[in-house]
Nanobody, 116 residues
Framework: QVQLVESGGGLVQPGGSLRLSCAAS????????MRWYRQAPGKERELVAG????????NYADSVKGRFTISRDDAKNTVYLRMNVLKPEDTAVYYC?????????WGQGTQVTVSS
């Protein structure tokens, strides 16, 4: 059974940091590109960051470049999103995604709220 379980969300003040984790099981994690998406209330889901299998390449939304870092640990079947200098507009539910060819898996999401 495929599972993607996000954790690490919460309430943080503007300028603060969080690290999200996504633990994967039920598939060969190292074969999959991994992505973080987010969806704010009333908005469409948007791609935040991605990392290829083997971690050879990463990409980021312009809005998070220089503040967020995606990484993966294939030994732990886990992908991370380090978020620094958080802003109120980063408030959203963050989703982990695994994709390979026609296979596309999603986690349930973790809430990140940036507020003073």
């Amino acid at each position: 059974q495929v599972q993607l379980v996000e954790s690490g969300g919460g309430l943080v003040q503007p300028g603060g940091s969080l690290r999200l984790s996504c633990a994967a099981s039920g598939f060969i994690f190292s074969n999959y590109g991994m992505r973080w998406y987010r969806q704010a209330p009333g908005k469409e889901r948007e791609l935040v960051a991605g990392i290829t299998n083997a971690g050879g390449s990463t990409n980021y939304a312009d809005s998070v470049k220089g503040r967020f870092t995606i990484s993966r640990d294939d030994a732990k079947n886990t992908v991370y999103l380090r978020m620094n200098v958080l802003k109120p507009e980063d408030t959203a539910v963050y989703y982990c995604n695994a994709r390979r060819l026609m296979q596309n898996y999603w986690g349930q999401g973790t809430q990140v709220t940036v507020s003073s």
